[in-house]
């Protein structure tokens, strides 16, 4: 199986990395000549495929393409040529497009009678202010009370949408725990796949993420049910996550995103050995699109961590995943520091380098043993006196 991967950042670290796990020939593509994800393929094209007039030298021969990036453009023309050349692509654009906009996503939940975050001018103070499309830390703003948010805005309480103004969503910051599930299938079956547990830096970037979840079984089972219902009224066909809060005793719906996210399926891989990537291509080159889902049942679940971490001069700190977005080509390294894998551009000679830890064990609690046993061993080995491991802040 030969799988071209558009996209070579975050989302395409995630595509390479578990499409090798899955023994495919991986080739990557990005208009961008150096890309984290560069060091997990088998082979790399620069393209840009908005500008450039013909995909066929860098698609034509894949048996899957895998959009694993942003950029409405780019997304639109990848699915109309790859079906008017009949390749399978893995990626739904009509759910994209609910998903991709919080503002649609909004809309959606309120139709469903889902719980959500309150929005403004309905919702208490905080608020959290955010762009309506893309995903990520960027553009997120908090505003403590109505003077703060009148710093921003002249006019705070007129809104011709609740919740919206000038393109931005506003809404009530909750506290808590955050969580992650995806789901997958197609209308009429879908599969709810593993809850993983999310930790944000200071900026609201996902910094770990952590398996299995320490979230009730019940409540699990309400994050399934709600996850299955948005699937339907989406009428997905591959994959969508979803992310909520657990806020006074509820679970509130952030947000969804119907494509391959990052972070959460290497850890589902590493805890339960179901590789999202590979039931992807299954389903897509299924000349019925479909697939059974007694395979992807399983009992198995072991403890995983994953974190982000920054190695300079001055110190180790963990840090949400935009740090991966601004290196070079990262490599897979086995037993790193102790660590099961890492994703990095680390070598004995660098001064800063940046990592992804991928650390397991028989619990979730050895595997933070385990995972505490590494940082102090890439501290020691770089004499490293100061660690940081900042929360969000307000």
């Known amino acids: 199986m030969l799988v071209a991967v558009i996209g070579g950042k975050v989302q395409g670290i995630e595509a390479c990395y578990l499409a090798k796990k899955a023994g495919w020939q991986v080739r990557l593509i990005d208009k961008r000549a150096v890309v984290p994800a560069k060091g997990l393929c088998d082979s790399f094209i620069q393209m840009d495929v908005l500008r450039d007039k013909t995909m066929q030298r860098a698609l034509g021969d894949a048996d899957l ?22 390749i399978p692509c893995a990626f739904d654009i009509d759910a994209y497009r609910v ?9 959606l939940f309120q139709e469903l009678d889902l719980p959500i975050p309150g929005l403004w001018p309905e919702s208490r103070f905080p608020v959290i202010l955010k762009p309506d499309r893309g995903s990520g830390s960027r553009g ?13 805005f002249a006019v705070p309480g007129t809104f011709a949408v609740p919740g919206m103004m000038d393109g931005l969503i506003i809404q009530e910051f909750v506290r808590g725990n955050s969580y992650s599930l995806e789901v997958f299938g197609f209308p009429g079956s879908y599969q709810p796949l593993q809850v993983t547990d999310l930790y944000m830096d200071e900026v609201f970037s996902c910094k770990r993420v952590a398996a299995p979840t320490e979230l ?26 979803v992310e909520v809060i657990q806020n006074e005793g509820c679970l509130k719906i952030l947000e969804i ?31 019925c699109g479909k697939l059974s889902f007694p395979e992807l049942i399983t009992d198995i679940a072991l403890g995983v961590v994953i974190e982000h ?39 004995p000679d660098r001064k800063q380098w940046a990592a992804t830890l991928i650390n397991t064990g028989a619990s979730r ?13 890439i501290m020691q080995e770089h004499d490293l006196t100061l660690y940081s491991d900042p929360e969000p802040i307000l």
């Not at 998903?99 to 809309?107: C, E």
């Not at 009730?216 to 309400?222: H, N, P, V």
């Open 309 to 347: 971490i920054t190695v300079t001069e001055k110190g180790l700190e963990i840090a949400g995943e935009h740090i991966l977005a601004r290196q070079e080509s990262l490599w897979l390294h086995e037993d790193f520091f102790g660590a099961d894998e890492a994703i990095t551009n680390y070598s």
């Open 140 to 152: 997120i703003q908090i505003f403590k009370d109505v003077s703060d948010l009148s710093k921003r």
């Open 216 to 241: 009730s079984s019940a409540m699990r089972e309400e994050f399934a049910n709600m996850s299955v219902s948005m699937a339907e009224a989406v009428g997905l066909k591959g994959l969508m996550d």
């Open 65 to 86: 393409i895998l959009p694993a990036l942003e950029d409405d453009p780019a997304l639109e023309r990848i699915s109309r040529w790859a079906g008017k050349e009949g």
């Open 257 to 287: 995103d119907a494509r391959l996210p990052s972070q959460t399926p290497i850890t589902v891989f590493w805890s339960t050995g179901l590789n999202m990537v590979e039931l992807l291509g299954k389903l897509f080159t299924n000349p």
């Open 365 to 377: 609690e050895d595997a933070w043993e385990r995972r505490n046993r590494v940082i102090r061993a």
């Open 99 to 107: 998903s991709s906009s919080k503002s649609a996503s909004n809309r």
